[in-house]
Nanobody
Framework: QVQLVESGGGLVQAGGSLRLSCAVS????????MGWFRQAPGKEREFVAT????????RYSDSVKGRFTISRDNAKNTVYLQMNSLKSEDTAAYYC????????????????????WGQGTQVTVSS
């Protein structure tokens, strides 16, 4: 079993920055592709960013490209989401997710591609 715990959410003004962290335990972290998703009230969960198990491949949704950066530290079993130039429409609960993969550059952009999920951390951007 894999456990994921997000942290770093909070209240920030528009234009500000936050860095989310997701600590992973229970299995060999470097065997997992990781993703960040978000869900606003009344909306479906949407893809934000994903990173391959070796960190060499990343993908972003169009809505965050150029503002958010996903990264990972396999020595610390942690994946990060650096969020800059935040907008009110970024307000949501943010979830990290993990999927065991064989190919080192595999990434997933759909929720169904992931096996394990964290409980989420709330990000609120005030305008």
């Amino acid at each position: 079993q894999v456990q994921l715990v997000e942290s770093g959410g909070g209240l920030v003004q528009a234009g500000g920055s936050l860095r989310l962290s997701c600590a992973v335990s229970g299995r060999t972290f470097s065997n997992y592709a990781m993703g960040w998703f978000r869900q606003a009230p009344g909306k479906e969960r949407e893809f934000v960013a994903t990173i391959s198990r070796n960190g060499e491949a990343t993908r972003y949704s169009d809505s965050v490209k150029g503002r958010f950066t996903i990264s990972r530290d396999n020595a610390k079993n942690t994946v990060y989401l650096q969020m800059n130039s935040l907008k009110s429409e970024d307000t949501a609960a943010y979830y990290c997710a993990a999927r065991r993969v064989v190919i080192t550059t595999t990434t997933y952009t759909t929720p169904g591609g992931y096996e394990y999920w964290g409980q989420g951390t709330q990000v609120t951007v005030s305008s």
